[in-house]
C-alpha cells in the first residue's frame, strides 16, 4: 500500500488574514510541512513577525499586503504571490470577522462589512487563486468556516449566516474545479482560544458553558486547527473535496 504523504515539498501555499491568532500559526504550520508562504497581512508591519520566524525555522515567507474587502487588493496579491514564488497551489481563506450580540441589536453596516470580508472577500480569493490553479492543473484551497455555519450559536447571526454561505459557497467551487485538480475544502472550528477570543474564554461562567457543550472537554487550539489545514492541503487529501472538515471536539455531534 502507498503510505499518506502530509509533505507540502516546496509548494507555494497563500495565507489570508496571516497578521495575528490562527493565521499566524497557520503560517508557521504551512512552512514547518514544507510550503513556501506568502502571509496575507493588513500592513507590512503585521508580518514581520511571522516572517520570520518561518524564516528562522528553515522555511521560506513572504508578506504580502492585503486587504480581503477589496477586490483590487486580492488580485495585486495574488499576483505578487506568483512574483515571488512562481505559482500558487495552495490558497487558506483565514481572514474574518465577527459579531457577538443579540440579533435584533445588528445594524446594517456592520452586516454589511461582515459579509464584505467572509463572504466576498472569501470568494473574490478563491476566484483569483483558482484560475491560476485551473490553468495549471493542480490547486488546493481551504476555506475558513466555522461550527456556526453548521448550528445555531446564540449572538451570532450574521456570522452564523457567512460561515453557512462559505459552506455552501465551497461545495460549488469543489464541483466546477474538480475537473481541473483543483479541491476545495471548508474547516469548521469551534471556539478556539486565541487572542481574539480570550476576552470571553476567561470570564468563567461563559468557559463553563463552552466546556459543557464540547464533550472533549476542551476548547480547541491553533494546532487543532492547523493540523485540519495540513491534511486537507497536502496529498493524502488528494481524493476529499466539497467537505467540511468539523474540529469542534464533538459540539455538532450532539
Known sequence: MEQPSFDLDGQVAFVTGAGRGIGRDLVL????????VAAGVRSPGDGE????????AGGDAEAVTLDVADRGSIERAVDQTVERFGRIDILVNNAGLG?????????????????????????????????RMVEQRFGRIVNMASQAGLVGIPRHAAYSASKGAVIALTRVLALEWAPFGVTVNSVAPTFIRTPGTAERLDRPEFLADVLERLPVGRVGTTTDVAGAVIYLASPAAGLVTGTVLVVDGGWTAR
Do not use: I
Not at 513577525?49 to 528562522?56: F, L, N, P, T, Y
Open 99 to 131: 459579531t457577538n450580540h443579540d440579533a435584533l441589536d445588528a445594524t446594517e453596516q456592520e452586516w454589511d462589512e461582515l459579509f464584505a470580508v467572509n463572504v466576498r472577500g472569501l470568494f473574490f480569493a478563491c476566484q483569483s487563486a483558482g484560475r
Open 49 to 56: 513577525w511571522v516572517v520570520a520566524e518561518a524564516r528562522h
Open 29 to 36: 504550520a504551512l512552512a514547518a510541512a514544507g510550503a513556501q
